[in-house]
């Protein structure tokens, strides 16, 4: 295994981290931006309001995002081990 063929591998990992992150980034995003809009308007400003909605509003799009996620990571991993020989 050469240097060049490292530098893919890592590459091609971190940018899968970020795509199997982002959807439940962007969820999280839009959970906040919504909860401080509305405790702007009704002048609450307590933390553990605010923390509450995106916990459950994460865990639910990890629950409908899960099998992508899974799956993705499954064929990264397939496709990592099979070209094991190759690079011996």
């Not at 899968?16 to 906040?32: E, I, K, T």
């Not at 990890?62 to 081990?81: G, H, K």
Request: proline share 6%.
């Amino acid at each position: 295994m050469d240097l060049s063929q490292a530098v893919d591998w890592s590459r091609e990992a971190l940018r899968l981290a970020l795509v199997l992150g982002a959807p439940l980034l962007a969820m999280a995003l839009l959970a906040g931006i919504l909860v401080g809009a509305i405790q702007t308007m009704t002048q609450l400003h307590e933390p553990t309001v605010a923390l509450v909605p995106r916990l459950a509003v994460v865990g639910l799009a990890t629950l409908f995002v899960l099998p992508w996620i899974l799956s993705r990571v499954a064929s990264f991993a397939a496709e990592l081990i099979e070209s094991i020989p190759g690079m011996l």
